[in-house]
């Protein structure tokens, strides 16, 4: 077999199996994933001065890359899909609004049952939100 047929077949394993693709740790692994409950400042997520907090849910998914906050609040009517990786008791993400508003950088670190959350978004100072978990293995 030529190098560049072993390139071939590497480059075709990493497309049907992306985990083997990077260092990528599962969530389910160390018992990360699972339903988290807190509450956010409004004002970064809605680009107000609202100074007020709002009950949130976080959802981390058993394989490490996509974290969903749903937040009650009427300004922010769909849950955020935040996609990135977990990398040992950290997941690091982005989420991007729509046409017009900003990206917003997401840093999860997971401790026993509770999460610290922090967000920043363009031009302002990072905020950092706390979660407990409340289902999960």
Not at 37 to 60: E, I, M, S, Y
Request: proline share 4%.
């Amino acid at each position: 077999m030529t190098f560049c047929q072993k390139l071939n077949l590497l480059a075709a394993a990493t497309l049907f199996f992306p985990f083997f693709a990077s260092a990528q740790e599962q969530a389910s692994k160390y018992h990360y994933d699972g339903i988290y409950k807190g509450t956010v400042p409004v004002d970064l997520l809605v680009n107000g001065n609202d100074t007020h907090r709002a009950k949130a849910q976080a959802v981390f998914y058993p394989d490490g890359r996509l974290l969903v906050l749903t937040v009650e609040l009427s300004q922010a009517h769909n849950p955020m899909n935040v996609k990135g990786e977990l990398r040992k008791n950290v997941f690091t993400g982005d989420w991007k609004r729509g046409f017009f508003g900003e990206a917003l950088s997401f840093q999860a670190t997971f401790h026993g049952g509770s999460a610290t959350v922090s967000v920043t978004g363009k031009n302002k100072k990072p905020e950092k939100w706390y979660f407990t978990k409340t289902s999960g293995t």
